[in-house]
């Protein structure tokens, strides 16, 4: 929940109506094929985040070494800070005004995955925190696939695996080996490749976008704005070596 909600009136796997009151950071955890009701009689704001059976498993097992788990729903009414925080940064990627960085929502969802399995399974099993960077093995095979693919659609799971770890560990390994979250250095390595697209002069702004991995010449002009201070535009205007009498003073 986003916003407090009194007097909801829900049921989970079974026929009980609970009416309760949700605060801030309440948490309903809906394993997949359990039925659920829920009625409210006031607008209420919360994030909806669905996980599929076959993902979560497939998380247990590489974090956990536990291919069979299954959820344990908290009581009605139950507070997750942690969920909350979470839920409210996959909230700000969506609605920003750029378009959501898929390897960034993948993070997120990894993160919220591996909470979930730590508090709300009955076969809980405690992992070694990651600690450290990746190895130099790794972190070479990491820089080398994503020099080579960062183009297109990357998702944590690949370069988990390119790596040689989990990827909870990654997420966290990775930042530890290059400064920097792996969304980052995906937006960093298209932004240097658009750069120099640009700076050749050749090519039109909207090719460079589609070239360099943005969905659209505004999605390139906004992440350049915000990560590097000027626009596509501008750049070329300055490869062409062109000024304004102002701009030269």
Known sequence: MLRPARKLRASLGSDRITQYDAPVGCLVVNPA???????WSQTRENAVVSISPEALSELAAHEFDLPDVKLEPPAFGTVDLRALNI???????VTDRLPP???YLDSLLTVFGVHLLRGYTGRKRQAASPKG?????GARRVREYLDQNFVRKVMVAEL??????SPNHFIARFAGTFGMPPHRYL???RLDLAEKLL????LP???VAYLAGFSDQSHLAATMKRYRGRTPGRLVTLSAGIESPTMAK
Do not use: H
């Not at 094929?33 to 009625?39: F, M, N, P, R």
């Not at 960077?133 to 093995?137: D, P, Q, Y």
């Not at 700076?199 to 050749?202: P, R």
């Open 133 to 137: 960077g990746l190895s130099a093995v």
């Open 160 to 165: 988990a695996s390119v790596a040689g770890v």
């Open 205 to 207: 702004i909207a090719e």
């Open 101 to 103: 960085n898929e390897l």
């Open 187 to 189: 937006i960093n390595l």
């Open 33 to 39: 094929g359990v039925d659920s009701t829920l009625a």
């Open 199 to 202: 700076a050749g002069g050749e």
């Open 87 to 93: 839920a409210r940064m996959i909230v700000a990627e």
